[in-house]
């Protein structure tokens, strides 16, 4: 008889995956779903949600059969750079305006890690700005207002 394995990094993981994936389902069933022609509100979260689902019993099963690394630390400074970022980008965006929200979520962004040296962080953040306003303002040329209202004189 196989010595049986455990990953808890990826039966956490796994878990974690089917339970979001089964409160999306859930949330889903209640929206009208349509068919794969005329697709209702619930119809793509509702696929996504069983994908979600789907790989999660894959990693849950995977964590029977390999032994992984044991979960590490936790990126507290990734996370309170990260998640605040698109968070200032959306509520800026129509005050400030597509580019200054923009180059000021990404500079946010860039300080989670440790390495970066504010120079480097606002070069970074210009190329993304520049960057994203060439393409989607200009190349797909989608309806931004570039400089808001807090920025005008």
Request: proline content about 7%; hydrophobic content about 55%.
């Amino acid at each position: 008889m196989k010595n049986l394995q455990f990953d808890s990094t990826n039966a956490i993981c796994g878990l974690t995956f089917i339970a979001l994936g089964g409160f999306f389902i859930y949330q889903c069933l209640s929206l009208e779903l349509g068919t794969a022609l005329r697709m209702g509100p619930g119809y793509f979260p509702l696929a996504l949600a069983t994908i979600l689902t789907f790989l999660g019993v894959v990693v849950l099963g995977q964590s029977t059969r390999v032994q992984g690394e044991p979960i590490g630390p936790i990126a507290v400074r990734g996370m309170l750079f990260i998640l605040p970022a698109p968070v200032f980008f959306g509520l800026t965006v129509r005050g400030l305006g597509f580019v200054p929200s923009l180059f000021f979520a990404a500079l946010i962004a860039a300080f989670a890690s440790s390495r970066m040296k504010p120079g480097m962080a606002v070069v970074l953040a210009a190329a993304i700005t520049l960057f994203s306003v060439v393409v989607f303002s200009y190349a797909l040329g989608l309806p931004f207002v570039r400089f808001g209202p807090w920025t005008r004189l």
